[in-house]
C-alpha cells in the first residue's frame, strides 16, 4: 500500500509539471516570447541572489557542524606520529581551497544575475586582458607551489621506509575478496618468502614452507580477530592483494595506500596513543563544569540496550578497505587494538605459528622427517609430565605411559629417526630414577595374520630395548614384551582406530 501512494504522489506530480509548463508556454504566448524571457531572467537571477547566501551559509554550517565526524576534527585528532604533519597539510589546503570556493561561488551566482540578458543590454567584446591573465595564472601557480612543495616534505617525511639499524617491526596485510590476511614474524622477527604458486585451501599466502623464516610466522585471518600493535614502536605494514584492487586504511593513524596485486606497497607508522587513551579522550569532562566535552560520545553505544554503555567505551580503532572491492566490501572491517608494548609482547608469545598448528605433519609439509628444536623441547616437557603424573599416582593403569613419538618402518621393527628423541626422553627419566625398572610392550592392530601381528610387536619391543641398552640402561631394569593385536584400545573398525593400537608403550614396575 506504501509503494501504491508513493507510485501514485510521483504521477501526481509529473502531471502537475506537465500542467505547468503547459500554463506557462500559454502565458509566453499571450504576453510575448521576450516578454516572458526577460521576466524569467529577473525571477531566476534575483533566485540566484537569494540562493548565494542560503548555500554559502550552509556550506559552512554543515562543514562545522560534521567536522568532527566527516573531517576528523575535535578529539579525533591522530593517532599516530606522523599523523599531525599530514593534518598540517590538510589544514593548509582547506583553508586556500576554502577561499577559491567561496570567491568562486559568489562570483557564479553574482555574474548569474549582473549578466542577464535585458532590453538593450550587449554583451563587452574583450579579446585579450594581459593584466586578467597574469592574476588568474600567477595566483594559482604561486599557491600550487607552496601546496606542491609543503607536500612534498610531508610526502618525504611520511613515506620514509625503514633503515636496517631501526628498531621496528614488519607486518603483512594481504587483501582479499573479502577479508585481511594479516601476518606477523615469530621469534625470529622476520617474514618468510611467499609464493602465489603455492596457494592452497591451507596455504592461503602461498607462504614457501622451505624458507625456514616462514615456520614461526603467525596468520590471522578470522573477521573477528583483533589486530594487536604495541604503542611507540614504528611498525612498517606491507600491503598487497590476492586478487582485486583493495585499500589499506586506517583513518584514525592517517594511513592509507591501495592493495595492488602482484605490486607489493608499504606504509611506515608508529602508533602514538593505546585504545584505552583514546577512549578517555572521547569521554572526556569539562574540569570546571563537569560536563561532557564530546556530548555526542557519552550517548548509549545501542539505544535500544541499556546496557551496552557510553559510546566512548566501545570505541575501536578500525581496519577498513576503502576501495569498493565486490558485494562483501564491509566485512573487510577489522579492529586494530593499541597497547603498552609488554600487554603486546604477552600477546604475541600467545599466538601460535601457522606452519605449527596447520600444517605440520600435513601434506604441505616439506619436513616431516624432521624435529625442529622447539618440537623437540615441547616432547621433552611433555614426556617429563606424563612420566611424573604416572610416579605419582596410585593407580595400575596410569603406571602405563604410551610413546606417541616411537614409530617404525611399516612392517619393520626398523626404529624412525624421531623415535631416537622420544627414546632419548626416556633415558633421561631412567637416569633421573635409577630404582625404576620398566616393561617395554608393543602392540599392533588386527590387520594381517595374527602370529605375524605377534612377532612385529615384539621386534619392536626388543628394537625399543636395544637402544636403551645400547645409551648405557642396564638390561636388568627393562623387560621387552610383544602383545600384538591382542591388547587393543581402540575399535580396528577404523583407521583411526587401527593407529591408536599400532603403539609402543612403557610400564612402570617399580619406582
Keep these: 500500500m506504501t509503494a ?17 509548463g503547459k500554463v506557462t508556454e500559454l502565458a509566453a504566448k499571450i504576453k510575448g516570447e521576450d516578454e516572458s524571457m526577460y521576466e524569467s531572467n529577473n525571477r531566476n537571477g534575483l533566485a540566484m541572489l537569494i540562493f548565494m547566501p542560503i548555500f554559502l551559509v550552509a556550506c559552512v554550517v554543515s ?67 594581459n593584466t586578467l591573465e597574469l592574476v588568474w595564472t600567477l595566483v594559482p601557480a604561486v599557491v600550487m607551489s607552496f601546496l606542491v ?24 596485510a594481504t587483501g582479499m575478496q573479502f577479508a585481511w590476511l594479516m601476518r606477523y614474524p615469530g621469534p625470529d622477527g622476520a617474514l618468510g618468502t611467499k609464493d602465489f604458486r603455492k596457494i592452497t585451501a591451507i ?53 592509507k595506500m591501495d592493495a595492488i596485486p602482484g605490486l607489493p606497497t608499504y606504509f611506515v607508522f608508529t602508533p602514538s596513543i593505546t585504545t584505552q587513551e583514546y577512549r578517555e579522550r572521547l569521554g572526556a569532562l569539562d574540569e570546571r563544569t563537569g560536563e561532557p566535552l564530546y556530548p555526542q560520545w ?17 570505541f575501536n580503532f578500525e581496519l577498513a578497505c576503502a576501495e569498493l572491492c565486490g558485494k562483501g566490501h564491509y566485512s573487510m572491517r577489522r579492529i586494530i587494538e593499541i597497547v603498552p608494548y609488554e600487554d603486546w609482547k604477552e600477546w604475541m608469545d600467545g ?19 624432521i624435529l625442529f628444536p622447539v618440537e623437540k623441547q615441547k616432547m621433552s616437557e611433555d614426556f617429563k609430565a606424563k612420566t611424573e603424573k604416572a610416579l605419582a ?22 626404529l624412525s629417526g624421531i623415535s631416537t628423541i622420544e627414546l632419548d626422553n626416556l633415558v633421561s627419566v631412567l637416569t633421573a630414577y635409577p630404582n625404576m625398572t620398566i616393561e617395554l610392550g608393543g602392540h599392533t592392530d588386527n590387520t594381517g595374520n595374527p602370529d605375524n601381528n605377534m612377532s ?56
Design 4 to 20: 501504491l501512494f508513493a507510485i501514485l504522489s510521483i504521477a501526481m506530480i509529473a502531471i502537475i509539471l506537465v500542467q505547468v
Design 63 to 129: 562543514a562545522l557542524y560534521y567536522k568532527d565526524y566527516m573531517l576528523q576534527y575535535g578529539p579525533h585528532t591522530p593517532a599516530s606520529a606522523h599523523g599531525a604533519e599530514l593534518d598540517s597539510l590538510f589544514n593548509i589546503t582547506l583553508f586556500f581551497t576554502g577561499i577559491v570556493f567561496i570567491l568562486t561561488h559568489i562570483a557564479l551566482f553574482w555574474f548569474a544575475y549582473k549578466y542577464r540578458k535585458r532590453r538593450n543590454n550587449v554583451g563587452l567584446y574583450m579579446p585579450h586582458n
Design 149 to 172: 612543495i609543503r607536500g612534498l616534505v610531508a610526502w618525504n617525511e611520511v613515506m620514509a621506509d625503514v633503515t636496517e639499524d631501526e628498531d621496528y617491526i614488519e607486518i603483512e
Design 203 to 255: 596455504n592461503q599466502l602461498g607462504q614457501d614452507w622451505e624458507d625456514n623464516k616462514n615456520l614461526d610466522d603467525i596468520v590471522s585471518s578470522a573477521p573477528g580477530e583483533v589486530i594487536k600493535l604495541p604503542i611507540g614502536k614504528k611498525v612498517r605494514v606491507r600491503i598487497t592483494a590476492r586478487d582485486v584492487l583493495h585499500n589499506f586504511d586506517l583513518p584514525h593513524f592517517r594511513v
Design 298 to 314: 557519552h550517548e548509549l553505544y545501542d539505544p535500544e540496550d541499556p546496557e551496552s554503555g557510553p559510546r566512548w567505551k566501545n
Design 351 to 369: 599466538q601460535n605459528s601457522f606452519y605449527f598448528s596447520s600444517v605440520r605433519n600435513t601434506a604441505e609439509d616439506p619436513h616431516i622427517d
Design 393 to 414: 599416582s596410585n593407580e595400575a593403569a596410569d603406571k602405563i605411559i604410551r610413546l606417541d613419538n616411537v614409530t617404525f618402518e611399516t612392517g619393520s621393527a626398523r
Design 456 to 511: 612385529l610387536s615384539d621386534s619392536r619391543a626388543q628394537a625399543t630395548y636395544n637402544y636403551l641398552v645400547g645409551k648405557g640402561i642396564d638390561s636388568g631394569r627393562l623387560a621387552a614384551v610383544g602383545y600384538g593385536q591382542t591388547r587393543p584400545v581402540e575399535t580396528n573398525d577404523t583407521e583411526d582406530g587401527r593407529q591408536k593400537n599400532r603403539r609402543t608403550e612403557f610400564k612402570i614396575l617399580t619406582q
